[in-house]
């Protein structure tokens, strides 16, 4: 019994050893091993043209033309061309919230703005919007059969930037909550801002959503 | 890059982040020999995030890229249309400092956050941490084979960069590691 608490002891020692170096800020040793194998000269030089080749490879995936980043945990949309900002705008994304969807047990709606990375595919000038089922639901309204109800200018700002699923950058009635998680997905901009992503992207520019 | 074996590494995840830079999707890149996770797209990096310290077992097997299986469990509020009232949004704050990712193949990241001058969260997750090597070193002992755990890696991060990385990652997102050399 004497030795099994003394074997638990050192367990316990060694594992409270372990930590205090964790919580140093050192990387532990067994972190380290395990390397690949070392390469001779020549082996050297063709990796060296290997990696100058992938880096390369790389450097060409990159956007060459102006793109457009968003940064919901922040709300801002930048838009860069290379390490360049032209633009640095302060937004309204997602709210992240919930709705069920009626009817549908297990059915809701996550108002998200997506992550990834996506293309701008319409541009458009005065764009009205057209109410989507949950634009009513949240509202407790019923949901209009008729299209022509859906339907409400002024909204949306002068422009609008479609890109998938319904997701757009359009313009805000409500511009004292930019900078806040609030919309249903779609990302708000004030009027300047709206015009000069809408001067500055074209239908095929890169959206980065993160 | 002069030493031999930094290259060979920078090579290896070179490659592996061609193949993902190639498609429209933004992935993580864990840089161990930086102390840096970067978001990145296209190649492009899109938000920094600096480790503050690391921890990995197994780090050779920590080869390919990795597909996360769910993000971090977030609390969201849910609109009652009949209330009336609007819903707070989520934000950064409501963001978890301590979880766990999991991979569709055998990889797991604990992320913690820094703990200073809060003995209780250092209590707590040093206590999962510990939690964690026990039971691998229980699964160890009862088998005999030390390749039966997966590779893990423990990052520690600020509390803002723990909840920013949280509030990041979704679902299927994949994962790159570039592992540090000595």
């Known amino acids: 019994m004497k030795r099994v608490l003394l074997s638990l002891w050192y367990v316990v020692m060694s594992l409270f050893l372990v930590t205090l170096v964790q919580s140093s800020g050192l990387p532990l040793s067994d972190a380290v091993t395990d390397q690949p194998a070392p390469v001779d000269r020549a082996g050297s030089q063709t990796l060296h043209a290997r990696y100058k080749t992938l880096v390369k490879q790389l450097t060409q995936l990159m956007p060459t033309q102006p793109y457009i980043l968003v940064d919901t945990a922040r709300n801002h949309l930048y838009i860069k061309r290379g390490d360049q900002v032209l633009l640095d705008a302060v937004a309204s994304t997602g709210s992240g919230t919930i709705l069920d969807k009626p009817g549908d047990s297990k059915g809701q709606w996550i108002f998200d703005t997506p992550r990834g990375e996506f293309a701008v595919q319409s541009r458009l000038t005065n764009p009205v919007w057209v109410k989507p089922d949950w634009a009513f639901i949240e509202e407790g309204l019923e949901v209009p059969k008729s299209q022509a109800d859906r339907l409400e200018s002024g909204v949306l700002g002068e422009y609008a930037l479609g890109f998938g699923k319904g997701y757009f950058i359009h313009g805000t009635l409500y511009t004292r909550l930019l900078g806040k998680n609030v919309t249903h997905g779609c990302i708000r901009l004030n009027d300047d801002d709206l015009k000069s992503v809408y001067r500055l992207a074209k239908v095929g520019t890169p959206i980065m959503i993160f | ?182």
Not at chain 2, 62 to 75: D, F, I, K, N, Q
Not at chain 2, 118 to 126: C, F, S
Not at chain 2, 166 to 172: D, F, K, P, S
């Open chain 2, 1 to 182: 890059m002069t030493d031999p074996v930094a290259l060979q590494e920078a090579t290896r995840v070179l490659e592996e982040e061609i193949k993902l830079a190639a498609r429209p999707q933004t992935y993580v890149f864990i840089d161990l020999a930086s102390n840096v996770i970067l978001i990145k797209g296209r190649g492009v990096e899109l938000h920094r995030i600096p480790i503050e310290s690391w921890s990995a077992s197994h780090p050779d097997q920590m080869m390919a890229s990795y597909r996360l299986r769910e993000r971090p469990p977030v609390s969201r509020r849910k609109i009652d249309p009949a209330a009336g009232a609007e819903q707070e949004p989520i934000s950064l704050v409501d963001m978890p400092t301590t979880y766990t990712l999991l991979f569709s193949s055998s990889l797991r990241i604990l992320v913690f956050s820094n703990t200073e001058g809060d003995p209780w969260q250092w209590t707590m997750q040093r206590g999962r941490a510990w939690w964690r090597r026990l039971t691998v070193w229980g699964n160890m002992l009862r088998t005999g084979d030390p390749t039966l755990s997966p590779p893990s890696l423990d990052l520690t991060v600020s509390h803002e960069h723990a909840q920013s990385l949280a509030w990041t990652v979704v679902e299927g997102m994949p994962f790159l590691i570039r592992r540090s050399t000595p």
